[in-house]
Each structure stands twice: as C-alpha cells, then as structure tokens.
C-alpha cells in the first residue's frame, strides 16, 4: 500500500524525472534549430554560388529540330 512518505517520494522522483525529461526536450530543439540554421546557410550559399556561375557561363540556346515532312521522295511526286 502507499503511505504518504512514499507517496511524497514518488511525486518528488517524478518531478525531478520531468525536469529532465524537459530539459533534454529543449536540449534537442536547441540543436536541431542550429542544424536546420547551419544547413540552410550553406543551402543558401550554395545557390548564390551557382546563380553566380551560372551568369558567368550563360547556356547556349538549343537548336531547332528540323522540320521533317515528307521524305525526299515523297515529296518529289
């Protein structure tokens, strides 16, 4: 049975638990807030960098296909 000086005891265990408990929660948010910041910087750098070259070395514009009608003999009937 529970008395109250174990009663007592578990409610103090269970508070210190959750303190922890929370305190490592809030640990771990802090961290992947800062990994999220840190990716997305070098995400970020990295377009500006490719935005960069890109303009440096503009891209030829492809070349029309031919028109394909009729093949050549067809088209001399």
Known sequence: MSTPKNTAASRAYRQVDA???????????????????????LRLAKEAEDR?????????????PKKRGLPEFERER
């Open 52 to 64: 960069a070259a890109e303009a440096a070395n503009p891209k030829k514009p492809a070349k029309k």
């Open 19 to 41: 303190k922890a408990a929370r305190a490592e929660h809030e640990k771990e948010k802090r961290d992947a807030l800062k990994k999220t910041a840190k990716l997305r910087e």
